[in-house]
C-alpha cells in the first residue's frame, strides 16, 4: 500500500491539532477540513486515503450522514467519537470500504501514545486499518477491542458516572462556599485527591462533558436511574441512622474490588498524596 493521505474533518478543538501532529510527524500528508476551512469536508473525503471524522458527539452522526454519500470506494472511515452504538450505525451506511469504530482515551495534553488506550470496534477492517493500527502500536498504544454497545456502557461508568459524582462535589463546595484553601488545611490524603481530580475536570470543555451525559443512551437509560435509585436508597439508610447497614454497603462495594488493586492501589495514591502535600 502506498503512503496513505490522512483526512481529519471537523477538525476546530486542540484534539484534532494533536492528530495532526502526530500524523505530520509520521511524514504523511494531512487534510484538515471544515465548514470553515478553504477545502470542504466534502472535497476533503475524496483526496484523502483514510478519513477521520473528529467532531462533537452531538453532531458526529450528521456529519458522517452527510460525508457517506461522497466517500469514494475503498477508503478507510472512522471515528474519535466518545459514543460509539449510534456512530457505528452511521458508520456502515458507508458500504464499499473499510469501516471502524475508534475512541482515543485520552485528551490533547498527552505528548505521546506510549501506554495510552484506544479502544475500536473493528466493523470492517482491511490493509489501510492494519497500517494505521501497526503505527499507533508501534508507538506503544493499547487498543482495546470493544463492541460498540459494551464500549457506551463502559464509557458510562468510566467518564459519565465519574463526572457526575465530580460535578455534585464541585456544586457543593460552591453552593455552601467553601474556601479550597481553607479546606487543603484540614484536607485528609482523600480529600486531596478528590479535589486534584475535580480540578482536571473542571479544566475541560463544558461542551464536551455535557455531550458525555446527555448523548450516551446506555448512560441515560440505564446507568442514570441505577444513580439516582441508589443514592436516595443511601440517603433514607443514613436518615435513619441504620449505621449497620451503611457498614454492610461499604463492605460489598469492597467485596467487588480484587485485594490486589486494593493494596496497589494504596500504595500509588499513597506515593501521590506525598507529592500533593508537597506541591500543594
Request: hydrophobic share 40%.
Amino acid at each position: 500500500m502506498q503512503t496513505p493521505t490522512i483526512a481529519i474533518i471537523g477538525g476546530t478543538s486542540k484534539f484534532w491539532q494533536l492528530w495532526q501532529r502526530y500524523f505530520e510527524g509520521k511524514w504523511l500528508r494531512v487534510i484538515i477540513a471544515s465548514r470553515s476551512t478553504e477545502i470542504t469536508p466534502e472535497q476533503a473525503v475524496k483526496e484523502a486515503d483514510i478519513i477521520i471524522v473528529s467532531v462533537s458527539i452531538r453532531a458526529t452522526v450528521n456529519t458522517i450522514e452527510n460525508l457517506v454519500p461522497h466517500i469514494p470506494p475503498g477508503k478507510l472511515l472512522l471515528d474519535f467519537t466518545g459514543i460509539k452504538t449510534e456512530a457505528t450505525q452511521a458508520l456502515l451506511g458507508y458500504t464499499t470500504g473499510e469501516v471502524v469504530a475508534t475512541h482515543p482515551m485520552f485528551g490533547p495534553w498527552i505528548t505521546s501514545l506510549q501506554d495510552q488506550n484506544i479502544a475500536f470496534d473493528p466493523l470492517r477492517p482491511w490493509e489501510k486499518w492494519n497500517f494505521l493500527s501497526h503505527l499507533w502500536k508501534a508507538d506503544g498504544a493499547n487498543l482495546i477491542e470493544l463492541p460498540s454497545r459494551k464500549h457506551d456502557e463502559l464509557v458510562a461508568i468510566v467518564q459519565s458516572t465519574v463526572h457526575i459524582m465530580n460535578l455534585m462535589f464541585g456544586h457543593l463546595l460552591a453552593k455552601r462556599r467553601i474556601d479550597i484553601e481553607e479546606l487543603m488545611k484540614i484536607s485528609t490524603p482523600n480529600s486531596r485527591m478528590q479535589l486534584c481530580i475535580l480540578a482536571r475536570f473542571l479544566n475541560q470543555e463544558a461542551a464536551l462533558y455535557t455531550d458525555m451525559q446527555t448523548e450516551n443512551t446506555v448512560y441515560r437509560n440505564e446507568i442514570l436511574p441505577d444513580i439516582e435509585s441508589y443514592f436516595h436508597d443511601l440517603a433514607e439508610l443514613l436518615r435513619t441512622g441504620q449505621g449497620t447497614d451503611f457498614e454492610n454497603e461499604f463492605n460489598l462495594a469492597k467485596a467487588h474490588i480484587w485485594p490486589d488493586f486494593l493494596a496497589k492501589a494504596l500504595k500509588v495514591s499513597s506515593e501521590f498524596d506525598e507529592h500533593l502535600k508537597k506541591n500543594l
